[in-house]
């Protein structure tokens, strides 16, 4: 059974371009959350969806934004990046709602310069 | 908000020894839960054990078990005979019941010597 997948695994952009990653989840989990993990902030919720509704948001501005499509894949966006948004970003999957095991991705390291 | 602290941001310990790793949280919510994460140097993070609030038995998973104290609001994570693949950051979170988010600590990173 293949596990979450993230694309891409590794970036670079500059101040004030945006990008999009994508994620996969396990076959068969309805649910994908977003986590951004910085050495000074640690992990932090950005958003979850189920049946691409956005069920939960963090405390993120609007530039961070995601969507879930018909088959449970997601993406999120980072518009206008700020040297502050270099972090891994986290993807993780669970079957349905509530506290489920979380399984996650090996993220996507952005860095912005 | 809650909250959650991890006082311990480096451990080690020797091959086939116990440690305990430290995590207190903060709410005033009565339903919740806790977890213990696993993120080996290869970045994948994998749970290693959680804990219902409302249950008063301790949670075990082979090696691993937890001391929860919830009037203490306190959730140890006990490692019995570490081996050299449990090296890893260690993340203490806490989720509340109905949400869907995850509140992390900063971390613990946990050495095994050989």
């Known amino acids: 059974k293949a596990g979450v997948t993230q694309t891409p695994r590794y970036l670079i952009k500059t101040r004030g371009q945006q990008v999009t990653l994508s994620c996969s989840p396990i076959?068969?989990?309805?649910?994908v959350s977003w986590y951004q993990q910085t050495p000074g902030q640690g992990l932090q919720f950005l958003f979850e969806y189920f049946s691409e509704t956005q069920r939960n948001k963090g405390n993120f501005p609007g530039r961070f934004s995601g969507r879930q499509f018909s088959n449970s894949r997601s993406e999120m966006n980072v518009s206008t990046l700020e040297l502050g948004d270099s972090a891994l970003y986290l993807c993780?999957?669970?079957w349905g709602t509530g506290t489920g095991e979380l399984f996650f991705g090996e993220g996507s390291r952005l860095t912005v310069l | 908000a809650q909250t959650v602290t991890q006082s311990q941001p480096e451990m080690s310990v020797q091959e086939a020894e116990t440690v305990t790793l430290s995590c207190t949280y903060d709410?005033?919510?009565?339903?919740?839960?806790l977890f213990w994460y696993k993120q080996p140097p290869s970045r994948q993070m994998i749970l290693v054990i959680r804990q219902e609030a409302y249950k008063q038995q301790n949670a075990t998973e082979n090696r691993f078990s937890v001391n929860f104290q919830k009037a203490a609001k306190s959730f140890s994570l006990k490692i019995s005979d570490s081996q050299l693949g449990d090296t890893a950051m260690y993340f203490c979170a806490f989720q509340e019941g109905g949400s869907e988010k995850l509140v992390f600590g900063k971390g613990t990173k946990l050495t095994v010597n050989p």
């Open positions: 709410t005033s919510e009565s339903n919740y839960y």
């Open positions: 076959s068969g989990h309805r649910s």
């Open positions: 993780a999957s669970k």
